[in-house]
C-alpha cells in the first residue's frame, strides 16, 4: 500500500495532474489512497470519505466479457476503446495516471486478454499518461516472470512492489521509476519517505531474498510447476461440473465456479453476502478439513502456492481441493 501511496504522489507530481484511473475488479492496498485507488469492494466501508480524483473502469474479463465480445482479442480491443473514451469524458489533460495490477491477484486473476496492454501503452502515450504496474503481488516469479508486466510487452513507467521482495519474512516496499522521471526530479524536491524507510534490516533481507530466487531457480520451477497445475487442472475441469473458468500464469491461478456452464451463473456472486456464500464457505471448510489452507473468496478458489512447490505436493493439494468440488458440483444444474 505505500509503493502505492508513492505512485500516486510520484504520478501526480511528475505530471501536475490528478486523475487516476484503475479498474473495477482489482485491489491495491489497504491505505487511503490505495484503497481508493483500488475497486474492491473492501473500500465500500469508507467509500464516502475515498481519495477524491480516481475514476474507474470495467475490466478486459473474457470470460465474462461487458461488452458481449466473442473473443479474448476482441474483449481486449473493445475494453481499451471504452477506456480511451472515459479518458477522453474525464479530459485527458487532467489524468496522471492508470493504474493496472502486472497480472490480477484477489479479485480473481482476472487475465488480460492478448493486446490489452499494448493498447493501453499506446493510450497512454498518445494523451501523455504515466502507466503504473501494480506488482506487489504478481512480482518476484509468481508468474514464471519476474514481475506479471514481463508478459505483456510493454515498458511502464513506474512499478510498485513489496510482498515478494522479502519473501514475506520482514516488511519492504520500493517503487521503480522510469530514468526520464527519475531525473526530473534531481533538481526539485520530491516528498517521500517515512520514519522507517529504507530500513537497513528490510533490506537486507529483501537481498539475501533476491539471491535464493537465483540460486534455487525458482522462476525456472515457477515455470515448470505451472504447467504441470495447467494439465492437473485439465483433468480436474473433466470431472467437476462446476468449474467454469480456470485463469493462470506460472502459479498465480484461480478456479471460477459456476452453477451452469451454459449461463455461467456464479456459484455466489461478486461481493457475495453471507448468505449467499453458503456453498462456497462448505468448499471452504471441506478444503481446511482435509488439511489444506487456500483463499476462497466468492465462487473463487485460488491456487497460488509456494514457488518451491514440487508435484508430489501438487498433486496432494489438488486432490484436497477435487474432493471439496464434489460439494460444488451437487449443486449445478
Known sequence: AESIENAIKLARIYTGRHKIVALYQSFHGASYGAMSVGGDPRKFAVDSQAMPGVVHIENPYAYRCPWYSRT????????????????????????????????????????????????????????????????????????????????????????????GITAGYLPLGAVM??????????????????????????????VAVLDIYEEDNLLENTVEMGH???????????????????????????????KNRETKEPMAPWNATPDQMGVMNQVAAKIKELGMYTFVRWNYIFICPPLCINKEEMDEGLAIISEALKIADAHCQ
Not at 178 to 199: M, N, Q, R, W
Not at 229 to 251: F, K, M, Y
Open 177 to 206: 521509476v522510469d530514468e526520464t522521471i527519475a531525473k526530473s526530479f534531481d533538481d526539485k524536491p520530491l516528498p517521500l519517505g517515512l520514519t522507517y524507510s529504507a530500513h537497513p534490516v528490510s533490506c537486507a533481507a529483501a
Open 228 to 258: 504441470y497445475l495447467d494439465q492437473q487442472v485439465a483433468g480436474l475441469i473433466e470431472q467437476h461440473p462446476s468449474i467454469g473458468d480456470w485463469r493462470n500464469t506460472g502459479l498465480f491461478g484461480c478456479l471460477e465456479l459456476v
Open 72 to 163: 479474448p482479442e476482441e474483449c481486449a480491443q473493445r475494453a481499451a476503446d471504452a477506456l480511451e473514451r472515459i479518458i477522453g469524458y474525464e479530459n485527458p489533460g487532467s489524468v496522471a495516471a492508470i493504474f493496472l495490477e502486472g497480472e490480477s491477484g484477489t479479485s480473481g486473476c482476472i487475465k488480460y486478454p492478448p493486446g490489452y496492454w499494448a493498447r493501453v501503452r499506446e493510450i497512454c502515450d498518445k494523451y501523455g499518461i504515466l502507466l503504473v504496474a501494480d506488482e506487489v503481488m504478481s512480482g518476484f516469479g509468481r508468474t514464471g516472470k519476474w514481475f506479471g508486466s514481463d508478459h505483456h510487452g510493454v515498458k511502464v513507467d513506474i512499478m510498485c512492489l513489496a510482498k
